[in-house]
């Protein structure tokens, strides 16, 4: 496994923008799946975006496409969220995961991400 730490978080008003950032404790940039979930108060967590590899693309959930981008500096081992236009309800603890292996489509599953960094709380007032 691969220890995971983000930071970025905090308290923005609607429509404002965050860049939250997930470093990682070894290079990932070519043997890991990265991917971003978040948990909302009383909700069950829910998958924001995945990159399979540096240089592949990256998918998004839904909710966040055309808003939110996901991105990675290698030289750094750290992946970066670019959330713009937030909304009260992108309200939540964001969470950064990571994934040995190379896959052919994007992990969008909590299940199969076996490390987890600890999560940045993002609140957005209104």
């Known amino acids: 496994q691969v220890q995971l730490v983000e930071s970025g978080g905090g308290l923005v008003q609607a429509g404002n923008s965050l860049r939250l950032s997930c470093t990682a404790s070894r290079r990932t940039s070519s043997t890991y799946a990265m991917g971003w979930f978040r948990q909302a108060p009383g909700k069950e967590r829910e998958y924001v975006a995945c990159?399979?590899?540096?240089?592949?693309?990256?998918y998004y959930a839904d909710s966040v496409k055309g808003r939110f981008t996901m991105s990675r500096d290698n030289a750094k081992n750290t992946v970066y969220l670019q959330m713009n236009s937030l909304q009260p309800e992108d309200t939540a603890v964001y969470y950064c995961?990571?994934?040995?292996?190379?896959?052919?489509?994007?992990?969008?599953?909590?299940?199969?991400?076996?490390?987890w960094g600890q999560g940045t709380q993002v609140t957005v007032s209104s």
């Open positions: 995961a990571a994934k040995l292996g190379f896959f052919a489509r994007p992990l969008t599953r909590i299940h199969e991400y076996d490390s």
């Open positions: 990159n399979i590899r540096s240089g592949s693309s990256t």
